[in-house]
């Protein structure tokens, strides 16, 4: 229950061009799968500095890698890189940002964390349970427009408007606290079946992207890694799900241009220049990875290079 198995571990290492005594940050420490790899490939003057807004993935990492001085681990969101790497690098140069987005296996596998409607747990979904409100909260209060809006959106759910009908309807007669009872109201709803996919797959999956704005925390945590790069530093992202990768794919495409609008210009001013040049294309987990870890499925990795 305490694992997680690193997606597209090799790709990403290599995306991170590892220079053996450079400075790395692991945005998305989970259970250290990626961060305990960069350390075997690092040398004795390397540093990664992990973060997570999880304090259990926090705690989990103080116990495994108590014996590791190359290693910060801090709680914290990835929000916050533009100020977290200069507090903690001691004026080293960044070499490398990694982001290994969404949940890890702990928190989908841990019902009292309130992720998975598999099992019954209270209705919680937060990364952060020291910040913000649980979905119980959120549920119990937004109009079935908000909450079709945000099924619809995040969880891309054909069924959205019943859905959230459902979920208004239901919490008339009592409050939704349990991830079970939400289980039962939106399965009740979902029309048709996906194979393989259990009817609420869609509307947790949105669920948890709202609650713990996953989008506005992917693009602060983007431009803060462009700012503390260094000049050759590496820029690796991992999604899973559509809409990350859109916003990475944008971030990285708009970064990596002129404005069309200044290019015209004789002479392009230094702060219109491009900031990042894009690196490969687009990688995904091969056949032999997703069979033998079957969550790494979706998985995208996108890489970048910062400009000088
Ligand atoms: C897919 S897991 C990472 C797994 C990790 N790479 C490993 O191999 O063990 C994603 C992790 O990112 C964390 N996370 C998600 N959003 C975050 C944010 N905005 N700031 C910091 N950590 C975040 C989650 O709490 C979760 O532990």
């Known amino acids: 229950m305490d694992e997680h198995t690193p997606v597209l571990a090799g790709e990403a ?5 590892l220079e053996a005594d450079g400075y790395y940050v692991d945005a998305t420490f989970g259970r250290g799968g990626h961060t305990a790899l960069l350390l075997q490939a690092l040398g004795r003057e390397g540093r990664v500095l992990a973060l997570d807004r999880d304090p259990q993935a926090i705690a989990a990492g103080r116990r495994r890698f108590a014996d590791e001085m190359r290693l910060t681990l801090v709680h914290a969101s990835f929000a916050d890189l533009a100020t977290l790497v200069p507090a903690n690098a001691q ?14 296996s702990p928190q989908l596998d841990d019902a009292q964390r309130g992720f998975s409607f598999r099992a019954d747990g209270p209705l ?7 910040h913000g409100e649980p979905v119980a909260a959120w549920l119990a209060r937004a109009g079935v427009d908000e909450i079709r809006q945000v099924i619809a959106t995040f969880g891309e759910e054909r069924f959205a408007r019943r859905v ?4 208004v309807a239901a919490r008339r007669v009592s409050a939704l606290s349990r991830t079970s009872e939400l289980a039962v109201v939106v399965a009740s709803a979902v029309r048709t079946r996906e194979p393989g996919k259990h009817p609420a ?17 992917l693009g602060r ?3 803060g890694a462009l700012q503390v790069l260094a000049p050759g530093g590496r820029l690796v992202v991992i999604s899973f799900h559509s809409l990350e990768d859109r916003a990475v794919k ?17 002479v392009i001013p230094p702060s219109a220049r491009p900031r990042l040049k894009l690196i490969g294309r687009k990688l995904r987990p091969g056949e032999a990875e997703v069979a033998r870890n079957p969550r790494s499925r979706s998985a995208l990795l996108r890489v970048a290079e910062r400009l000088p």
């Open 13 to 17: 290492l290599a995306g991170l061009a």
């Open 91 to 104: 004026q080293r140069p960044c070499r490398g940002v990694l982001f290994d987005l969404g949940v890890s």
């Open 124 to 130: 919680d979904m937060r990364m952060d349970p020291t």
């Open 164 to 167: 959230a009908q459902a979920i």
């Open 201 to 217: 797959t869609r509307t947790f999956q949105a669920l948890r992207m709202f609650i713990n704005d996953e989008l506005g925390q």
């Open 221 to 223: 945590g983007l431009a």
């Open 250 to 266: 944008r971030f990285m495409q708009g970064e990596s241009q002129v404005d069309p609008v200044l290019n015209r210009l004789p």
